[in-house]
């Protein structure tokens, strides 16, 4: 059975960083793509980057230069790096584990103050 665990969400200031981690139990983690998704309250789950089994990412516009995935397959996790963070980037962050089937986490909240 596989499991997503997010963590690493919380409140920060503007213009301040955090880092998410997600974490996969089972051996499927080397073999899938990993994406981050967020929702805001009352819109749609967007898509944030995505960085594939050998590791080439990819970013939304809106977070591009600011946000960094990268991933550790020893670890079976998952991370994005987020700096310079905006009020328009709260919401609530999802991992997505791409492999024969999607997996997601429970996601974790982030909040950004002006």
């Known amino acids: 059975q596989v499991e997503v665990v997010e963590s690493g969400g919380g409140l920060v200031q503007t213009g301040g960083s955090l880092r998410l981690s997600c974490t996969v139990s089972?051996?499927?983690?080397?073999?899938?793509?990993v994406a981050w998704y967020r929702q805001a309250p009352g819109k749609q789950r967007d898509l944030v980057a995505t960085?594939?089994?050998?590791?080439?990412?990819n970013y939304a516009a809106a977070v591009r230069g600011r946000f960094t995935i990268s991933r550790n397959n020893a670890l079976s996790a998952g991370y994005l790096q987020m700096n310079n963070l905006k009020p328009e980037d709260t919401a609530v962050y999802y991992c997505n584990i791409r492999y024969t089937r999607n997996y997601w986490g429970q996601g974790t909240q982030v909040t950004v103050s002006s």
């Open positions: 089972g051996s499927i983690f080397s073999n899938s793509a």
């Open positions: 960085i594939t089994t050998s590791g080439t990412p």
